[in-house]
């Protein structure tokens, strides 16, 4: 199933290597209203991006279930002063089903917070964290310009792998950024 042994397997290992590099763990609730989940993270109301993440909502209600794991680092910048550095691991929800996505997966996102943390700090961490996941120091990232609507610069972060026929190619594994002032200094719920 989408929640079995190895899912919490694989969560607590990659917990592990991102406490081995100062990381901690934050965790928040799954089901999310509109200023957490959108308005905190820059996605108003108006905003195309929120197209981009249909969701399941709470029947008369501005409940959603999350679909990201954004709004645990929303919370915890609310209630924690800096400096931070987290991951917040969990289960998000979006009517995205083909053959290739599910309506509910596990996302973890990172957090980091201090003073001249740069692009660069995050392609160290994520360069350390991917070698390691693999236990392979040979495996090559590569980091593509892309739109997420609360970083800027915004990345994909791609993986080289070798299929059996010797050809190289890139796997897309995730995306990042650094955080726009704005969300990171987000303030109270209005």
């Given amino acids: 199933t989408a929640d079995g042994p190895g899912v919490f397997r694989l969560t607590e290992h990659i917990e592990r290597l991102f406490a081995s590099m100062g990381f901690s763990v934050a965790d928040g609730p799954e089901i999310e209203n509109d200023f957490y989940n959108f308005t905190a993270l820059r996605m108003f109301p108006d905003h195309p991006s929120r197209s981009m993440q249909d969701t399941f909502y709470i029947a008369d209600s501005d409940k959603v279930l999350r679909t990201h794991t954004s709004p645990v680092q929303i919370r915890y910048m609310q209630s924690h002063e800096p400096p931070i550095r987290i991951i917040s691991p969990g289960r998000v929800y979006r009517v995205d089903h083909d053959a290739t996505h599910s309506p509910m997966f596990h996302q973890i ?5 201090d003073e001249g943390i740069s692009l660069a700090d995050l392609k160290g961490t994520l360069m350390k964290f991917v070698r390691a996941f693999f236990e392979r120091d040979d495996i090559n990232v590569r980091f593509r310009p ?9 990345v994909e972060i791609d993986m080289e792998w070798e299929r059996k026929d010797g050809e190289v190619k890139y796997l897309e594994i995730g995306g990042a950024g650094v955080v726009q002032r704005a969300v990171a200094a987000v303030g109270e719920e209005p």
């Fill in 146 to 154: 892309s739109y997420f609507p609360f970083v800027e610069p915004g």
């Fill in 109 to 113: 996102e990172g957090l980091w917070i």
